[in-house]
């Protein structure tokens, strides 16, 4: 029986922070997901700047997750070549997880406004329930095209957190301690490896 809930949660992860893990915990207990499958991008096509290597941000998802068994990270996007769609994600776990009964997609506001951009967007939206974090309580204004397609979506009332990831790169970058933005291990994980250091 398809019965599984499960919770997709792409991105760079260039790093992943602590508002990552706030919103994927939310994600699990508010729509009682079995579990959230993390996807670091491989190729980000919308991204114009260089991000840290594919395995160094797969890793630091690894690090951050450990611990919680209902996080799983995947690194299909990484280890598929071209830029990384969304689209192709989903049908190829549809076929690796035929167990799962209802995909759930997890994205930030700002993702979602700009959804009619990605490529598919409109068979993404016939293959899963969109789940956006609703920051202080705002609800998300998607533009006229979004709201002229039908979809499936579910608002996650989102506490405020002043965290980005640009916020971390900047702070290492003026090595600046980030133990209050980032989980210890990926602390431990980017100080080990050198990694957003100022050139």
């Not at 207990?29 to 190729?43: K, M, N, R, S, Y």
């Not at 830029?83 to 167990?99: G, K, Q």
């Not at 002229?148 to 702070?171: E, F, G, Q």
Request: proline share 9%; aromatic share 6%; net charge positive.
């Amino acid at each position: 029986m398809n019965a599984r809930r499960v919770g997709l949660f792409g991105g760079s992860f260039d790093p992943v922070h602590n508002a990552h893990l706030a919103l994927a915990r939310l994600a699990l207990d508010h729509l009682g997901l079995d579990e959230v499958i993390w996807v670091p991008a491989g190729h980000p096509w919308q991204k114009a700047r260089r991000l840290a290597p594919a395995e160094d941000r797969l890793a630091m998802v690894r690090a951050a997750i450990e611990g919680e068994p209902r996080f799983q990270a995947d690194d299909c996007e990484i280890r598929r070549s071209g830029p990384s769609y969304t689209l192709d994600t989903v049908r190829d776990l549809a076929v690796r997880r035929p167990d799962v009964g209802a995909w759930f997609l997890i994205l930030g506001e700002d993702q979602y406004s700009g959804l009619p951009t990605w490529q598919g967007w409109q068979e993404l939206l016939r293959c899963v329930t969109l789940v956006v974090a609703a920051r202080d309580g705002r609800q998300p204004q998607p533009g006229q095209l979004l709201r002229d397609t039908p979809h499936r979506l579910v608002v996650l009332p989102l506490p405020p957190l002043a965290i980005s990831s640009t916020l971390v790169r900047s702070r290492l970058a003026a090595r600046e301690p980030i133990d209050t933005l980032v989980p210890p291990a990926v602390a431990g994980y980017i100080a080990r490896h050198r990694l957003y250091l100022p050139d």
